[in-house]
């Protein structure tokens, strides 16, 4: 089993559609998770940071963890063409500078007109 | 947000050759940074940390001799790939962290190296 389980998709929604983006760990020590977004031949753009349970709002991006269940989710309000794009999760179980990223394997959204 | 650079951003090279790769954060600085490759729709699989005035760390599996780091600066660390075979073809990938409040370190990617091989 992987430590972190997440959907590869493609998920494809219309232009304006509420997006749910989940991840799913097994490793308890987690506790800080993060959402990166990745272009097409681009680089990870750090999206949201969540440090343990909670909610965690950035304009039309809003993170949930719920670290009881191991799951955590991005949700993006009013979808556009622009969000089309791989969404990773990552997590670690510290921060400082030794602290290794663990991530998902990527969810591929495409937002239609 | 932070701004990580790599160079180049693609670079072709014939097989058996050394190719070497630059991270830089250009608005912060860095005493450690990572090394990512990602094959086609995967996952960046971490290959090593970096860490400034030191060895690198490597993960298992990820051969040392082969992939040469060097963090020679706060705002710098390079990835040699010597002597290159088609299968290190990839999309290699440098993370830098950046210290934050509240001891929240956050780790910002570069823009990555398209590797080929021929």
């Known amino acids: 089993q992987k430590e972190v389980e997440q959907d590869p998709g493609p998920l494809s929604v219309p232009e304006g559609a509420i997006v749910s983006l989940n991840c799913t760990y097994s490793?308890?020590?987690?506790?800080?998770f993060m959402w990166y977004r990745q272009y097409s031949r681009k680089g990870p753009e750090l999206l949201m940071y969540?440090?343990?349970?909670g909610n965690k709002e950035d304009g039309r991006f809003t993170a949930q963890v719920d670290k009881s269940s191991k799951y955590i989710s991005l949700f993006i309000r009013d979808s556009q063409p622009s969000d089309s794009a791989t969404y990773l999760c990552?997590?670690?179980?510290?921060?400082?500078?030794?602290?290794?990223?663990?991530f998902g394997t990527g969810t591929r959204l495409q937002v239609t007109l | 947000g932070a701004v990580v650079s790599q160079h180049p951003s693609r670079v072709i090279c014939k097989s058996g050759t050394s190719v070497k790769i630059e991270c830089r954060s250009l608005?912060?600085?860095?005493?450690?940074m990572f090394w990512y490759r990602q094959f086609p729709k995967q996952s960046l699989m971490l290959m090593a940390t970096?860490?400034?005035?030191?060895?690198?760390?490597?993960e298992q599996g990820v051969e040392k001799d082969k992939f040469l780091i060097n963090h020679a600066s706060l705002t710098l660390s390079t990835l040699t790939v010597t002597s290159a075979h088609p299968e290190d073809s990839s999309f290699y990938i440098c993370?830098?962290?950046?210290?934050?409040?509240?001891?929240?370190?956050?780790?910002?990617f570069g823009p990555g190296t398209r590797l080929t091989v021929l």
């Open positions: 993370s830098a962290n950046r210290p934050g409040l509240d001891n929240t370190d956050t780790q910002y």
């Open positions: 490793n308890s020590a987690f506790q800080y």
């Open positions: 969540t440090y343990s349970s």
């Open positions: 990552a997590m670690s179980g510290r921060t400082g500078t030794a602290s290794k990223l663990t």
């Open positions: 608005d912060f600085q860095a005493t450690t």
């Open positions: 970096s860490n400034e005035g030191s060895k690198a760390t490597y």
